[in-house]
């Protein structure tokens, strides 16, 4: 019933199950536009995303630290547009594989929120 998104991977199946339960509370709490949101590839699923809340939650959950022990730098260049992030489909998906592994408990739109970010200060996808 729960409804699941084009990126799932059999890998994560039983958290995101438990993530989604959460997200339909949030949409039934009126963040209704997530349905149509998971069905779209393009950029224009960051389309009204709350980029305020997707910086909070990157600084929250230490996504650049770890980057940066990994990549050196400011960790920028673990986010490589020409790689095999290469559509807002799979930057979305990204960002909730690394939310399911790290177990940060996101909810679809704050996942969302953080990927939108993520696209307008790295990988720039247009469509
Ligand atoms: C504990 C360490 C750690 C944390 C915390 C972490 N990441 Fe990552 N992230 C990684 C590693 C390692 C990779 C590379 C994985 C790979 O190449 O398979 C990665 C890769 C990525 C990529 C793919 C980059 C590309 O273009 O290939 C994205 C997007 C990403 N992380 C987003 C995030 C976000 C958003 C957060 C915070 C909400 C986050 N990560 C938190 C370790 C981390």
């Known amino acids: 019933m729960h409804r699941t998104t084009p990126q799932t991977t059999a890998t994560n199946r039983p ?14 709490l009126g963040a209704a536009f997530s349905a149509g949101q998971a069905r779209a590839q393009g950029a224009g699923i960051f389309k009204g995303a709350d ?24 960790g920028a260049a673990m986010y490589r547009p020409q790689g095999r992030i290469n559509t807002a ?4 998906g990204m960002v909730e594989q690394c939310n ?10 704050d996942v969302t929120a953080v990927a939108a970010v993520l696209n307008r200060d790295h990988y720039h996808f247009k469509d």
Request: one cysteine or more; a positive charge; proline letters at 2%.
């Open 100 to 109: 399911a592994t790290l177990n940060f408990q996101m909810f679809p739109e």
């Open 89 to 92: 489909g799979l930057l979305r």
């Open 51 to 74: 980029l305020k809340l997707g910086e909070q939650l990157i600084a929250q959950h230490q996504c650049t630290q770890c980057h940066t022990q990994k990549m050196g730098g400011n």
């Open 15 to 28: 958290r995101q199950t438990a993530l989604w339960t959460a997200g339909l509370t949030a949409m039934a």
